[in-house]
């Protein structure tokens, strides 16, 4: 996070993390698609000939809040092929909040597990930790066939009795991807607040914000509904005070 | 976290940039020529600050003159100063008549929603209006107002909605611009960074194996030590038989039995360290498990059974009902319960152990509080093997170093072949994933726990 004083302008690092072909660029792609021209620039992708990821791709969000302030959300992604760690270490460098985009096929549930793991290791060599940040997971491919994925009880199940919120998404076609996005924003929003004040130096309404970003989104709703569409998640609460 | 303004060199993606960091200014130079070319139209690119970044070569010829006169100067100045930093509202856009009667447009160059720099085109002369103004006619009394005319009209002369299209134009190829220069500089970036981290982590790798080294080194003097302590184990009995022998011939027939006696005894003590030497030797070589089901009541009975005549009514077993079946070298594994269980017969010579087993869910106690808790598939189960004895307390020094074969756990706990034994068990118990760990059983007494994993591999995190 970066706060400019001077300029009134804030800057916040949010990462896409999850395990290779998991649907991690895809969902930048569908937020770069939903998102009111005004308030993106280029969707950046740093990829090899095989559309593979390299080193990330870089979605800037800007939006002008009520208070005068402006907020630009950095969004990036990271490659999630196994040779790619050292850059996975450098771009969840000064993370903000975590989106981890799981696989939702039974066959792919070692790849989660590892790639969670790499993610802890590579916040704690970034000084960062897995308990202080605001992350959910969002559990992608929901379309694929039920007897090859995880099943909605199941992860139900799971996710009531883990710490991080769950979204179910197919990113392919948008579902889920928003209500993902602004379940992190929300959450990392609220920890930063907590340590910055913001509400409280810059007249920052919060709940209003992520409102305009939802807004500027598509979404015609409240974003509270959006959010809720989480599973489990009742305990991030702890993650966000760092118990 | 940064609470200033100032870019942070070592972390690019977070860093705001200037349009120095993403143009070349020769290289824009010579677009705005060829621009010039085309549209026969000046324009000048500022920085965030309003200084100069890349230009057309063409100087208008009319602000020239009207530059050399001291008062028209003074006023020139500050129709430059509106248009290097002028507010440009908010659709980042100024289109400004000046009052020498030429006109010019301004727009904001921006990256990521914030102004880096803005273009001028210009001076040119509006179709719709560019006549001198009268403030300028009456500004100076050595301008020359033929001259003036002659010079204005020697500029292009376009419509308004046209140097919009234009400077849209400009625009969006800045805009390209911009973000091949912004890709270009994070690419570099990061395969600059690649490299630094690629180092970092060789460094590191040096670093694991200049320890992995020092661990070698010292595996090798525990391993003296270990000689040490079995030569030095080695050597009361072998004195004791040697004595007993001496006397054997010049003794009675009973002295005779009370020496075979402490022979047997001694027989029994170099065997049993004979064959934990051998144990341990097999576990150090990793020879291939031979896995099987087998129900965790029916292994352990048959470790008990293996204590022999004197221990096995000794040992207590509690097994939890409805335990799964248990897939491992059912051997080795009972070999580890059966050492397990002499090593706490061995700490009070008068008591009983009691082991436990029973299911206890993958990760240990709250295993809901791992951080991804639901991105495990099934929730791993593992097996708990608890032997308890009521011998003395295991200190906390003691809990650290169960794999050190060498390590003697104290008098008060054994000797060398309770170090033996805890090692062959430590090694057992880790070829099947599992682990083990002492706990205080209080108030006296410890408990080794074997913990050990149900299904075919353990996927905590």
């Known amino acids: 996070m970066q706060l400019d004083f001077r300029t009134r302008e804030l800057t916040i690092k949010l990462v896409y993390y999850g395990p290779a072909l998991s649907g991690k660029t895809t969902n930048l792609q569908a937020l770069h698609r939903v998102v009111d021209r005004d308030s993106t620039g280029r969707l950046m992708t740093l990829d090899t000939k095989d559309d593979r990821t390299l080193f990330f791709d870089l979605l800037p969000l800007n939006f002008k809040a009520k208070s005068g302030v402006s907020v630009r959300i950095k969004v990036f992604t990271v490659p999630g092929q196994a040779i790619h760690s050292s850059t996975r270490r450098l771009v969840v460098q000064g993370a903000d909040g975590v989106v981890f985009v799981a696989d939702s096929q039974k066959n792919e549930t070692q790849n989660n597990t590892a790639a969670f793991l790499d993610l802890k290791n590579n916040l704690e060599a970034n000084g960062l930790s897995l308990k202080s940040m605001p992350v959910v997971i969002q559990f992608n491919k929901r379309d694929l066939p039920a007897e090859a994925i995880r099943s909605d009880e199941e992860l139900e199940e799971l996710a009531r009795r883990g710490r991080e919120p769950v979204y179910l998404a197919v990113a392919t076609k948008g579902v889920g991807v928003v209500e993902s996005f602004l379940g992190l924003l929300q959450s990392t929003w609220t920890v930063l607040n907590e340590q910055h004040q913001f509400d409280r130096k810059f007249g920052f309404e919060s709940d209003a914000f992520v409102q305009l970003v939802a807004n500027k989104l598509g979404a015609s709703g409240p974003a509270a509904r959006l959010i809720a569409a989480r599973l489990g998640g009742a305990r991030g609460g702890e993650r966000q005070h760092g118990t | ?461």
């Open chain 2, 1 to 461: 976290m940064h609470e200033t303004a100032a870019p942070n060199p070592t972390d690019l993606l977070a860093s705001p940039l200037t349009l120095g960091d993403l143009l070349d200014a020769t290289s824009l130079a010579e677009v705005l020529g060829s621009f010039y070319a085309l549209f026969r139209l000046p324009v000048r690119i500022l920085n965030e600050r309003g200084g100069h970044f890349a230009r057309t070569q063409m100087q208008a010829a009319l602000n020239e003159y009207l530059g050399e006169l001291p008062r028209v100067a003074k006023r020139l100045g500050e129709e430059h100063r509106t248009l290097r930093v002028g507010d440009l509202g908010e659709g980042g856009e100024l289109f400004h008549r000046a009052f020498t009667g030429a006109s010019y447009y301004v727009g904001a160059i921006g990256h990521e929603g914030r102004a880096i720099g803005r273009f001028i085109i210009g001076p040119f002369r509006s179709a719709e209006a560019g006549d001198p103004s009268e403030e300028l006619l009456a500004s100076d009394p050595d301008l020359d107002v033929a001259r003036v005319r002659e010079l204005l009209d020697a500029l292009p002369r376009v419509r308004e909605e046209t140097v919009k299209a234009i400077a849209r134009h400009l625009s969006v190829t800045l805009d390209a611009l911009i973000f091949s220069g912004y890709r270009a500089k994070l690419s570099e970036y990061m395969h600059l960074s690649s490299v630094q981290e690629n180092g970092r982590q060789l460094s590191e790798a040096g670093q694991t194996l200049r320890a992995q080294e020092q661990r070698r080194e010292e595996s090798q003097r525990l391993q003296g030590r270990l000689l040490g302590a079995v030569a030095a184990e080695l050597t009361e009995p072998v004195r004791v038989i040697s004595d007993q022998v001496a006397r054997l011939d010049a003794s009675s027939p009973r002295e005779q039995g009370d020496a075979a006696g402490v022979l047997r005894q001694q027989a029994r003590h170099l065997a049993e360290l004979a064959e934990r030497l051998l144990q341990l030797a097999n576990t150090e070589s990793r020879p291939a498990l031979q896995k099987q089901e087998i129900e965790p009541a029916v292994l352990l009975d048959r470790a008990r059974a293996a204590l022999g005549p004197g221990c096995a009514e000794r040992v207590e077993l509690a097994i939890e009902g409805g335990l799964p079946r248990l897939w491992c070298d059912a051997a080795r594994v009972g070999d580890a319960l059966r050492l397990l269980c002499e090593n706490a017969l061995e700490a009070r010579a008068d008591g009983v152990v009691c082991v436990e087993a029973r299911r206890v869910p993958g990760g240990g106690r709250g295993a809901a509080d791992l951080d991804g808790f639901v991105l495990l598939g099934k929730p791993p189960e593992l097996l708990e093997l608890r032997v308890a004895d009521r011998g003395p307390n295991v200190a906390e020094r003691d809990l650290e170093r169960v794999s050190d074969a060498s390590h003697e756990l104290g008098p008060e706990r054994g000797s060398v072949r309770g170090g033996l034994r805890l090692a062959v068990v430590k090694r057992l118990v880790e070829a099947h994933e599992g682990s083990i760990r002492i706990e205080d059983n209080t108030p006296a007494g410890a408990v080794f726990v074997v913990v050990l994993p149900l299904f075919a591999s353990g996927m905590g995190l």
